[in-house]
């Protein structure tokens, strides 16, 4: 184990000297979901149906949504290693399997980290403001970083799958209904019943939903729907399923490239 975590830190690192060297798409990666953010805050704006300050909606949803996307960055990385192949110099080595990936994975999760902190303060710059307690608001971010965290991994697996830098847009197009589909703008008892109800099942309806609750956002239109009363429980259920399927596919598929 200890063999394996110091080779994972070790990738991890190299993935921080790359932001040293190119610190445009790191300043790319925090800024696009701030002009997501302000956008939809001062552009389209309005929610219709939903009680209150959109603001205090909208943000907690900008948050899951932000955990989302992304993802492309870290799934083109996985595949310019494969192909220029750098991925064969680490197999020849004495590296734990897998610890590419893990790197990989810690990078991005420390970057998303520190976007979370910016889509925070630009939320309260904006008259978003949190009304639960530190423990709640400690326990939405860790929700909101679980839902990363599992986008992560599925992302890494499709990165793996596609193989080519240039066919990852094309898979990143699959990560898109995720995020649109969702109650991030607007709640599902404003769409039709059967997009409503697909809506509420959705990975990121769940951690925004959990997430404005331990904010103490609370528009006042919650669902009576079983997935609408138990977002906490999905919140959590649905990352940890993620993991468990596509982690093991990922570092399955890693392995077997040395076959």
């Not at 494969?82 to 734990?96: C, E, Y």
């Not at 910016?118 to 530190?134: D, F, K, Y």
């Not at 259920?237 to 093991?248: A, K, Q, S, T």
Request: glycine share 10%; aromatic share 10%; charged share 10%.
């Amino acid at each position: 184990m200890s063999w394996a975590v110091t080779d994972s830190w070790t990738m991890t690192r190299r993935e921080l000297a790359h932001w040293a060297r190119q610190p445009v798409q790191v300043l790319v990666g925090l800024v696009f979901p701030v002009m997501m953010l302000l956008m939809f805050t001062y552009l389209i704006g309005g929610g219709k149906g939903i009680a209150g300050e959109y603001a205090e909606f909208l943000v907690p949803g900008m948050f899951a949504l932000t955990m989302v996307f992304g993802l492309d960055a870290t799934m083109v990385a996985v595949t310019q290693d494969l192909n220029k192949g750098v991925i064969d110099r680490f197999r020849s080595m004495p590296m734990a399997n897998g610890a590419v990936l893990v790197g990989r994975s810690v990078a991005d999760m420390l970057q998303s980290f520190v976007s979370l902190l910016v889509m925070m303060g630009v939320g309260l710059a904006i008259g978003w403001r949190w009304h639960g307690s530190s423990g709640a608001v400690l326990g939405a971010v860790g929700l909101l970083l679980m839902l990363r965290f599992a986008m992560l991994w599925l992302g890494i697996h499709l990165a793996m799958v596609a193989g080519r830098p240039e066919l990852v847009m094309t898979v990143q197009i699959l990560v898109w209904p995720v995020g649109f589909l969702s109650n991030a703008f607007t709640v599902p008892e404003n769409m039709p019943g059967w997009l409503g109800a697909l809506v509420e099942w959705n990975p990121l309806s769940a951690t925004a939903t959990a997430t404005r609750d331990l904010f103490g956002n609370d528009p006042g239109v919650a669902g009576t729907s079983w997935a609408a009363e138990h977002a906490g429980l999905l919140a959590v259920l649905w990352p940890v399923v993620l993991v468990g399927v596509f982690l093991p596919l990922a570092v399955r598929r890693f392995t077997a490239l040395s076959r």
